[in-house]
C-alpha cells in the first residue's frame, strides 16, 4: 500500500515562497498521476495542481503562474514550488496519488 508523507510547510510573508514535498512509498509513484490539493479553514478542500506519469501539468486558475509542480521518479517524490504567497493560500496542503491522502502540511502567509 502506498503512503505519502508531506513536508515544507510552514510560516512565510506575502510575496515569499515555500517547496513542498510529497514522499511516496511503494514501486508504484513512477506510473501514476500525482496532485496537490489545499484545503482553508471553513473551506471544502480544492484541486491545487496535477501531474501525471509523463510529468504533464496542469493548475488551477488561482496558481497559475505562481505554482510549480514537478516529480522526481528516481526518488518517489513529488514537489509544490510556490511563490508569491498570498494570505489566500493560507490553507493545509495534501498531497494525492494511488487513491491516497498524505497527512497535510500547514502553510501560513501572514505579515
Known amino acids: 500500500q502506498v503512503q505519502l508523507v508531506e513536508s515544507g510547510g510552514g510560516l512565510v510573508q506575502p510575496g515569499g515562497s515555500l517547496k513542498l514535498s510529497c514522499a511516496a512509498s511503494?514501486?508504484?509513484?513512477?506510473?501514476?498521476?500525482m496532485a496537490w490539493y489545499r484545503q482553508a479553514p471553513g473551506k471544502q478542500r480544492e484541486w491545487v495542481a496535477a501531474?501525471?506519469?509523463?510529468?504533464?501539468?496542469n493548475y488551477a486558475p488561482s496558481v497559475k503562474g505562481r505554482f510549480t509542480i514537478s516529480r522526481d521518479n528516481a526518488k518517489n517524490t513529488m514537489y509544490l514550488q510556490m511563490n508569491s504567497l498570498k494570505p489566500d493560500d493560507t490553507a493545509v496542503y495534501y498531497c494525492?496519488?494511488?487513491?491516497?491522502w498524505g497527512q497535510g502540511t500547514q502553510v501560513t502567509v501572514s505579515s
Open positions: 494525492f496519488g494511488s487513491g491516497t
Open positions: 511503494g514501486s508504484v509513484f513512477s506510473v501514476n498521476a
Open positions: 501531474i501525471s506519469s509523463g510529468s504533464i501539468t
